[in-house]
């Protein structure tokens, strides 16, 4: 979602365009981000403000997986949660019980207000025995600003103060990406992944399967993907320049038939 269809509140060139593009030629597809902090409706609520119209059964985020993730491994369990509504309530809806009662789970999701005594909890009760969670790997997010330390920095604090590194559901890994083609009833080799970043978009698709397009509209510039073992299968400046797949019906080709 950012840096590829929005700048904070703001739409990218061609933004709403290529999600009009999806709808009109009947293709399946997610938002997908790593950002827990809101609940689908708030985040279609959001793009909306920007002029882009994304219903919310077609946003999928960290804390949706993270939810998904947990009640497999254990259903109706329980979780002590750093974080915001969007994680907690896919978690309510997950089945989940909210508690610092020797819970299943730690899980540590975005918040802007970290709490010390929050994190102190969390600590004591991974130290005895509750297994640790964090929806995403990020160390740094996105502001007007400037970048902020996100989820990841957060969970190597956690992690130093236990010597138990946490389980990250969100992109990379490929949790979140099978959870994603599960919703849409999906499958790799008839799938792209448009995404900003090498580091967790792009090899997360490639590891997937999937056919990979970098936009160098969010953080990453031509010269950085040159630092990677991997590539994605074609580079463009930004989401307007797929409108044309889309309509031309690139889309329903194969991994291997994209090229730079």
Not at 3 to 10: A, N, Q, R
Not at 88 to 98: D, Q, R, S
């Amino acid at each position: 979602m950012d840096g590829v269809l929005v700048h904070e509140d703001t739409a990218l060139p061609g933004a709403a365009e290529f999600i009009e593009a999806l709808k009109r030629n009947n293709r399946e597809f997610l938002v997908l981000t790593n950002n827990p902090i809101y609940t689908p409706r708030d985040l279609s609520a959001r793009l909306k403000r920007s002029g882009i119209d994304v219903p919310e059964k077609n946003i999928w985020t960290s804390a949706l997986a993270t939810a998904e993730f947990v009640s497999r491994q254990i259903p109706q369990g329980s979780a002590f949660v750093i974080g915001e509504p969007g994680l907690t309530t896919a978690l309510h809806e997950a089945g989940y019980v909210l508690s610092d009662a020797d819970p299943d789970y730690v899980i540590l999701g975005e918040t802007r207000n970290f709490s010390f005594q929050a994190i102190t909890t969390a600590i004591r009760l991974i130290n005895k025995g509750a297994r640790f969670i964090c929806t995403n790997p990020d160390a740094t997010g996105p502001s007007d600003e400037g970048v902020l330390p996100a989820a990841g920095s957060v969970a190597a604090m956690v992690a130093t103060a236990t010597g138990k590194e946490p389980y990250f559901i969100g992109k990379p890994n490929p949790v979140m990406f099978r959870t994603a083609l599960d919703r849409v009833h999906g499958h790799s080799e008839s799938t792209a992944m448009i995404g900003d970043r090498m580091d967790t978009d792009i090899i997360a698709g490639v590891e997937a399967g999937l056919a990979t397009f970098l936009v160098l509209s969010g953080i990453t510039d031509r010269k950085e993907v040159e630092k990677y073992p991997y590539r994605p299968n074609k580079i463009v400046n930004g989401i307007e320049d797929l409108i044309g797949f889309v309509n031309d019906g690139f889309f329903e080709n194969k991994p291997a038939q994209a090229n730079n």
